[in-house]
T-cell receptor
Framework: EAGVAQSPRYKIIEKRQSVAFWCNPI?????LYWYQQILGQGPKLLIQ????????DSQLPKDRFSAERLKGVDSTLKIQPAKLEDSAVYLC??????????????FGEGSRLTVL | QQQVKQSPQSLIVQKGGISIINCAYE??????FPWYQQFPGKGPALLIA?????SEKKEGRFTISFNKSAKQFSLHIMDSQPGDSATYFC???????????FGTGTSLTVIP
């Protein structure tokens, strides 16, 4: 079974530039998450999708971050304009329908963003 | 607001020793407590998980101890091996909403 795919793995940009990250979840997984992991910290939820709909985006800085999940499959996270404090690893995770009871998240390897 | 508090931040253990990582939570609505293992450059991967209806769960060398009244749970790694060197995150979630809250992580180093 293929895992969660993310790209690009690494991205270096200057502040005020824009960047986009892509995620392809495990086939059939209805729930998709974007997490931000700053060096030395635990993952922080940015946004959670259930199929096409947003379940939770309360911690997404909406003035600069946006995310979409087209057709309930792939997802894109965009940052525009980027700030220095956005330097982090952006993790995508997915979980299968009905795993609200098991709760297993499957993570991708992450996209490391460096903002100069 | 940190929903899950984790300690220690870092841990160094000799090969063959026992590694213990602790977590505490406040929200009694949490009903699922997983531990994730993360190697450098990789995403976190589920290691072991427990629900509050049991006080202990063991899988191989890994054991979760759960104290519902104290709202604490811990990961014990028996016979620690150099290959266990990684960052460990505890987490908590509620069935409703399927949202996960992660601890700040513990960097474990097992010395040969």
């Amino acid at each position: 079974e293929a895992g969660v795919a993310q790209s690009p793995r690494y991205k270096i940009i200057e502040k005020r530039q824009s960047v986009a990250f892509w995620c392809n979840p495990i086939s059939g997984h209805a729930t998709l998450y974007w997490y931000q992991q700053i060096l030395g910290q635990g993952p922080k939820l940015l946004i959670q999708f259930q199929n096409n709909g947003v379940v939770d985006d309360s911690q997404l800085p909406k003035d600069r971050f946006s995310a979409e999940r087209l057709k309930g499959v792939d997802s894109t996270l965009k940052i525009q304009p980027a700030k220095l404090e956005d330097s982090a690893v952006y993790l995508c995770a997915s979980s299968a329908p009905g795993t609200g009871t098991t709760g297993e998240l499957f993570f991708g390897e992450g996209s490391r963003l460096t903002v100069l | 607001q940190q929903q899950v508090k984790q300690s220690p931040q870092s841990l160094i253990v000799q090969k063959g020793g026992i590694s213990i990582i602790n977590c505490a939570y406040e929200n009694t609505a949490f009903d699922y407590f997983p531990w994730y293992q993360q190697f450098p450059g990789k995403g976190p991967a589920l290691l072991i998980a427990i629900r509050p209806d049991v006080s202990e769960k063991k899988e191989g060398r890994f054991t979760i101890s759960f104290n519902k009244s104290a709202k604490q749970f811990s990961l014990h790694i028996m016979d620690s091996q150099p290959g266990d060197s990684a960052t460990y995150f505890c987490a908590a979630s509620m069935n409703t909403g399927n949202q996960f809250y992660f601890g700040t992580g513990t960097s474990l180093t097992v010395i040969p």
